[in-house]
């Protein structure tokens, strides 16, 4: 059974190349590579969790290409269900209550923070 993340905790999600805000919350890096060109001062990370990321073969296969999104989205989210890196950020939504996941792919809409953020909130408080 998953841990519950205490009411009015939230998730979102941002481009790591975005700066930080002081409303981030606690910064999760949420991707298996690290970014190109980000130091990790600049990044301000509380943690790199690579453990949430798609699996490598799944991430290749996907490679961004929105025709496959669909796929990739049914895919990632059987991964996710059995995954223990989902309770490490449920239990870091109840520390902190505010939790960004960041990550570097450039579509905002297809990749896989967006898949990760709609998960959570389907597994979070009251569910």
């Not at 981030?24 to 301000?44: F, I, M, N, S």
């Not at 895919?75 to 960041?102: C, I, K, M």
């Not at 990550?103 to 967006?114: F, K, L, M, T």
Request: with cysteine; net charge positive.
């Amino acid at each position: 059974m998953r841990p519950m993340a205490k009411a009015g905790a939230s998730f979102a999600i941002k481009r790591i190349y975005a700066e930080p805000a002081d409303d981030d919350g606690c910064r999760v890096l949420v991707d298996r590579l690290w970014p190109r060109g980000v130091t990790k001062e600049r990044a301000q990370l509380e943690l790199w969790l690579k453990e949430i990321a798609p699996s490598p073969p799944l991430r290749k296969e996907f490679a961004h290409m929105q025709e496959r999104f669909g796929d990739f989205r049914a895919r990632y989210e059987d991964e996710l269900a059995s995954n223990p890196a989902v309770d490490q950020l449920l239990a870091l939504a109840t520390q902190h209550g505010r939790v960004t996941l960041l990550y570097a792919a450039r579509d905002p809409a297809v990749n896989h923070a967006r898949v990760l953020l709609e998960f959570l909130a389907a597994v979070g408080p009251g569910k």
